[in-house]
DNA sequence: TTCCAGGGGTAGA
DNA sequence: TCTACCCATGGA
């Protein structure tokens, strides 16, 4: 076994990360509240597996990876754990517009900003798009079916798996996907996949800072199976927050909470947060409707319950 | 049984 | 740019 410690830019709350959104509920990811452990399976460059066990330092994270990592591998993990934790994000910018609006006073305190990532943006793609138009135990249960179906099996543990590279995606078939369940977004999935295992999708490169939001969206949107919400969505991933990810959620509390229940679109959402400027995402995502000091993504993990 | 979900693609206006 | 319609599947 490998430890590694990783410091995080302050301030940082481990579980304000994990419970960011939805995504600490799918596969590979395992997230144990009482103990507050994190688990996941990673496949690395060397075609190895490992798992890695995370859990909450004051200000940072603690990495226990099995099995033991070489010194080259050590990196890769560290550098992978960064990336999906945000541990080097800085989000003064948006604290210092949050503490002056009482419905987002609570986000410096609990250090909500960071919005939980997979290691690889072909990861975040196909669990976005396995949201879309279905409920989210569909959404639990499909990505499983990926994961279990496709996802490389870790040495000496048959029941773990990582999450698929595209290349495994890629060589299956529309007819096997429809078996799994997926409907409709089977040939988008094989599409996306074979995209991205030949090339023609560059998703990494969409990580590139120096590139406009704009640029990116359209990229994104040019991906099969990627619309409006599932392009702001994976923006928001990117660190990117000025479009927001509109689904029935999102209509249904903006409604609500700003149009006095008046029925609204995808425009009116994002025109209620328009003075949040390039922060109007996580203004939306961590907006305290109920004036409970509970964003909504708490309020669903509540209705869920 | 009917409706609809953390929507997307397409055609037609 | 906006709207209407279709898309598979399972849960409510």
Known sequence: MSVLVLPAYSPFQFRSVIRSHGWYQLAPFEWDEASGVFRTVERLNSGRGVTLKITGQPEGVAVAARPKLTRHEEQEVAAKVTWMFGLDADFAEFYALADAEPRLAHC??????????????FDDAVKVMMTTNIQWSGTKRLVS??????????????????????????????????????????????????????????????KDEARSTEEVRRDLL????????????????LGRYDYIGVDTEAVSAVSQGFYGGEPIGEKDVNAAFARWGRYKALAYWFWDFSGQQQSPMEAWEAKQA
Not at 108 to 121: D, I, M, V
Not at 145 to 153: C, K, N, Q, S
């Open 145 to 206: 079916a990926l994961v279990d179906y496709f996802g490389e099996p870790l040495p000496g543990d048959g029941t773990r798996r990582a999450f698929p590279a595209a290349g495994r995606i890629a060589r299956s078939r529309e007819s096997t996907l429809r078996k799994m369940g997926l409907g409709y977004r089977a040939p988008y999935l094989l599409k996306l996949a074979r995209g991205v295992a030949s090339g023609q999708y560059d998703l990494e490169a969409l």
């Open 222 to 237: 040019a991906l099969p199976g990627i619309g409006p919400y599932a392009a702001a969505t994976l923006l928001g991933i």
């Open 108 to 121: 410096r305190k609990n250090a909500y900003g960071r919005l939980l990532r997979s290691s690889s943006l």
